[in-house]
């Protein structure tokens, strides 16, 4: 069983297909104001590395641009988990993990320091639509969250 496939029977799209994913959804302010999120997410692949390039725009007064790099490990056959690295602009890279469990990806993160950490879960609706529920935490304190869904628009 691949590691897209991994407990469901069926393929997650997300990640595993290289295309072109818009996002729209609420990020929600360290003081739980919410704002309207929304960008694209481009997912490609070569032979040894898988690349995601997002940019994520907050409306609002205290409006935020969020533009990454996630360098991807691709999975080996029959595992269910693989690394990633991102450089955000903060002053230190993020790593992380994505890991296949059922019909979600589960994405566990944080800087080299661990000053920066946090969580995202990806849920597949459809081949075409997840659902991404995350936070981030500086130390021991939010930083932000969202609540987003992802459509695709090209690929597979």
Known sequence: ?????????????????????????????????????????????????????????VSGDDRRDFVSRYVVTPFREGVSYTEWKSHTGGPEPVYGLFVVVQESILMPWQTQSGQFWGQEVLSSLSPDEYLSRGFAFIKDRKAYSWAVRLTRQTGG
Do not use: C
């Open 1 to 57: 069983m691949t590691a897209e496939q991994h407990m469901t029977g069926r393929p997650h799209t997300y990640l595993f297909q290289p295309g072109l994913w818009t996002a729209d959804g609420v990020y929600y302010d360290q003081l739980e104001k919410p704002h309207v999120q929304s960008g694209e997410l481009l997912v490609e692949h070569s032979p040894d590395v898988w690349t995601i390039d997002s940019r994520m725009n």
